[in-house]
């Protein structure tokens, strides 16, 4: 069974860093493209940036020259290194990712989430 399981979320004062880890356990033949998204209250959940196998990386605006994606093919781990956080950075942190199963079929797989919360 593919499970990602995240940490490193927590309370950080405005201005402050925080790093989120997401690994990735369970048969999984490879993991092509990963990301992070974001659902605040009473908001939609959005993308905060992706990452691609070859390591091509996207970001939501917001978080461009903040935020920088990462990830490690041979620990199946992604990460999320967040700089000058902001009040509006606050949200529930989900990681996820599409992986290639060995039977060749690929699955779309969603972390449970991590709280972030940024104080101002």
């Known amino acids: 069974q593919v499970q990602l399981v995240e940490s490193g979320g927590g309370l950080v004062q405005a201005g402050g860093s925080l790093r989120l880890s997401c690994a990735a356990s369970g048969t999984i033949f490879r993991i092509n493209n990963m990301g992070w998204y974001r659902q605040a209250p009473g908001k939609q959940r959005e993308l905060v940036a992706g990452i691609t196998s070859g390591g091509t990386t996207n970001y939501a605006d917001s978080v461009k020259g903040r935020f920088t994606i990462s990830r490690d093919n041979a620990k199946r781990t992604m990460y999320l290194q967040m700089n000058s956080l902001k009040p509006e950075d606050t949200a529930v942190y989900y990681c996820?990712?599409?992986?290639?199963?060995?039977?060749?079929?690929?699955?779309?797989?969603w972390g449970q989430g991590t709280q972030v919360t940024v104080s101002s």
């Open positions: 996820t990712m599409y992986g290639i199963l060995p039977g060749g079929l690929e699955y779309n797989y």
